[in-house]
């Protein structure tokens, strides 16, 4: 049975839904890093599949059937590449499967800096009650201004469909 090294473990809700995508064949084993039982399952595990904490030559050489790395993240910045090459291991990341939760988070943010969201919750739960347009907390709206994109690759396109 061929296994999959899933880390590092997830909310429970998410493993069960890795479970019952794992195909016929498979056994999939949720560890945490640095744990012995992590050591311990790649030493056989033939994929692997989760985040990336540090993936270089050791974690390779400690995994020495290991026939892919399939990352949850779309930054692949944790996992040393050359030596993934060297031990004949593609690395796949999961470029653009958040790219709509980013780009409305990143709108998200926008509107709280200009409605200065954190210092009127900050008041209100203080009891301090302030005008919105005050001089001293003017508020702005996203409406009509010009926004700076830096990069239109998913996210930023995504971004400026939905600023305009």
Known sequence: MAKILF????????????RSLTPPG???VEVDFGTPQFIE?????????????NMGGEF?????????????????????????????????NNGGANAIAVAEHTVLLMLAVLKQLVRFHQDVVAGKWRPPASSESPVYELSARTVGIIGLGNIGKKVARRAA
């Open 7 to 18: 880390a590092p473990k997830q909310d429970p809700v998410v493993m069960e839904i890795a």
């Open 60 to 92: 390779f050489r400690s995994a020495p059937k290991l026939k892919l790395v399939q990352l949850l993240s779309a930054g692949y910045d944790r996992v040393d590449v050359e030596a993934a090459r060297k031990a004949k291991v593609p690395v796949s």
């Open 41 to 53: 399952a790649a030493a056989d595990a033939e994929f692997y599949m989760g985040l990336a904490r």
């Open 26 to 28: 498979f056994e999939l």
